[in-house]
C-alpha cells in the first residue's frame, strides 16, 4: 500500500508507482511517510504506573518522608463497643492515600479472641497499594509483655522485625533487618507518652506522634492518628519497618483495652 504524496489517495502498487487518481509519481519517501502515518495511529504501550503513584515511580515509599496514619473504626465499634477488626489509611504529607493497612482473620474464633484479648491478641495486618496489591505483611504472635511483630514483603519474604525492649519507666522498641542487624530504636520518654522518637546509632532522625483527634472521638472511640517522620533517603524497606512499628505501637500502647 502506498499513498499518493498530492492527493493523498491509498492505493495498492502492483507493477506500478503512478497514483490512478491524480497520475502523480509516488516513491519510495512518500510510502515510508506513509507507514510513520500508521504509527502515530497505533502507539506502542506503555507500562502503567500504580494509581496514586507519581509517573515512574513504582515504589510509593520512594522520595517519601512523613506517614500519616489514620485508624478506622466501624460502626459496630463505635455505637456497642465491641472490638471489631483494626484497619488503617496511609497517607503521605499531601494528603495523597498510599496504602490500605486491615487486619486479617486468621480463624473462625478470631472474634472470641478479639473480645477476650483485645489488644494483646495476636494479628495478621495486610498492607495493600491503591491498586489492591499487597505491599507488606505484619505478623504479630501472642506476647504478654516483650511484644514482636515480623514484616514481610506481598510475597511474604521476611525485610524485619520489631522488639519490645525490657524498660521499667520507659518505652523502648529495636528494629531489625532480614539479618539481624539493628536499623533503629524506638525511644518513648516517661513524660511524652504520646512520642517515640526514632533513632539510629544514638543519633534521633525522626519521630512517631499520637495526633490529637479531638476530644469527642477520643471520648467515644478509640481511633488514633498517628504521624510518622523520618529522612527521605531511608529505603523502602527500612520505611516499612517505620510503618510497621507505628501499627504495632497503636495496638500496644493505644489501642482501647475492654
Not at 40 to 68: F, Q
Not at 107 to 134: C, D, E, H, Q, Y
Request: charged content about 25%.
Amino acid at each position: 500500500m502506498k499513498k499518493c504524496p498530492k492527493c493523498r489517495y491509498v492505493f495498492q502498487t502492483f507493477d506500478s508507482d503512478e497514483c490512478p487518481r491524480c497520475n502523480e509519481l509516488n516513491t519510495k519517501q512518500e510510502g515510508a511517510a506513509f507507514s510513520n502515518d500508521s504509527s502515530e495511529v497505533s502507539p506502542e504501550p506503555r507500562t502503567a504506573s500504580p494509581s496514586g503513584t507519581p509517573p515512574g515511580n513504582e515504589d510509593p515509599l520512594n522520595g517519601v518522608d512523613t506517614l500519616m496514619i489514620n485508624q478506622k473504626k466501624e460502626m459496630g465499634e463505635v455505637l456497642l463497643g465491641f472490638e471489631t477488626k483494626n484497619s488503617y489509611v496511609v497517607r503521605d504529607k499531601t494528603g495523597r492515600q498510599m496504602f490500605m493497612a486491615k487486619e486479617e482473620e486468621q480463624s473462625s474464633w478470631a472474634w472470641v479472641i478479639r473480645i477476650f484479648l483485645s489488644a494483646m491478641r495476636p494479628f495478621k495486618v495486610r498492607v495493600a497499594t491503591n491498586m489492591g496489591v499487597t505491599y507488606l505483611w505484619l505478623q504479630r504472635p501472642f506476647r504478654f509483655i516483650f511484644h514482636k511483630l515480623d514484616i514481610s514483603d506481598g510475597k511474604f519474604n521476611q525485610i524485619g522485625t520489631i522488639q519490645k525492649q525490657f524498660s521499667i519507666l520507659r518505652r523502648i522498641y529495636k528494629i531489625y533487618n532480614e539479618a539481624g542487624v539493628e536499623e533503629f530504636e524506638l525511644f518513648g520518654p516517661l513524660l511524652k507518652p504520646w512520642t517515640f522518637f526514632i533513632r539510629r546509632e544514638e543519633e534521633e532522625i525522626g519521630k512517631i506522634t499520637k495526633q490529637w483527634s479531638g476530644l469527642l472521638k477520643e471520648s467515644f472511640t478509640s481511633a488514633d492518628n498517628f504521624g510518622a517522620t523520618f529522612p527521605a533517603d531511608l529505603t523502602s524497606k527500612q520505611k516499612s519497618l517505620l510503618l510497621g512499628a507505628t501499627i504495632l505501637i497503636d495496638f500496644v500502647h493505644f489501642e482501647k483495652k475492654n
